[in-house]
């Protein structure tokens, strides 16, 4: 059951029909993020509370260039799990525009035994322009302690040329962790004994994101 909801352009949050889940979808509602936009988003699920979050469409983040310098925008997400709560979400694709930085941070406090499923598409640059800019934090707790802290600088130079990043943090008690190397630019860490990242660089979108979900296959089957 939906307790509280609220929201404004551009994020805008609805509810769907679900079995056994309480279903978000998240709808783009006006154009961000745009330069200087602060945009976040908080969901917190109480104890036992299953819920699922997907996004309709894909983000595009347009910016401007000041200086010689791109003007940041930011999009910052908290999601706290309570103790027993299962959460799948997948945001969209964020497209990072020509002349555009946008700083993405992910806070992720589990409960116990919470479980999560959480994925994460950026792509630098529509096709035949060139890359965007962007950052992308991890901040992951359990019980209120650090589980993963990761900061990565997505350029061009430190992607290995790719410019798509598909990862996905997968967490829960009857989860079974293990590293897996699938390729140079596609990998599956253990990071305890109940939370895995995937991580996979491509030039393709689509591609990129049917590596990840074979990958989280492989590796939680």
Not at 20 to 26: A, K
């Given at each position: 059951m939906l307790g509280e909801v609220a929201c404004a352009p551009p994020l805008t949050l609805r509810q769907v029909r679900g079995?056994?889940?309480?279903?978000?979808?998240?709808?783009?509602t006006a154009a961000g993020p745009l330069a200087g936009d602060d945009l976040s988003i908080c969901l917190q699920l109480r104890a036992g509370a299953r819920a699922t979050l997907r996004a309709t469409g894909a983000s595009v983040a347009q910016g401007r260039v000041d200086?010689?310098?791109?003007?940041?925008?930011?999009l910052s997400i908290h999601a706290d799990l309570a103790e027993g709560a299962d959460?799948?979400?997948d945001p969209g694709a964020l497209v990072v525009c020509q002349g555009s930085r946008v700083d993405v941070r992910l806070d992720l406090a589990l409960g116990a035994g919470a479980a999560l499923d959480w994925r994460e598409l950026i792509v630098l640059g529509r096709t035949g322009e060139p890359a965007?800019?962007?950052t992308l934090r991890w901040d992951v707790t359990r019980l209120g302690r650090p589980v993963l802290r990761q900061f990565a600088d997505l350029t061009l130079g430190l992607t290995a040329g790719r410019r798509v990043l598909a990862c996905a943090l997968i967490a829960g008690p009857a989860l079974a962790p293990r590293t897996v190397v699938a390729?140079?630019?596609a990998v599956a860490q253990r990071i305890d004994d109940h939370t895995l990242l995937v991580t996979v660089?491509?030039?393709?979108?689509?591609?990129a994101t049917r590596q990840l979900d074979d990958l989280c296959?492989?590796?939680t089957s």
């Open positions: 079995q056994g889940r309480c279903e978000l979808r998240l709808v783009g200086g010689g310098a791109a003007v940041a925008g930011s959460l799948v979400a965007g800019q962007a390729s140079p630019v660089l491509d030039d393709d979108a689509a591609r296959t492989r590796v």
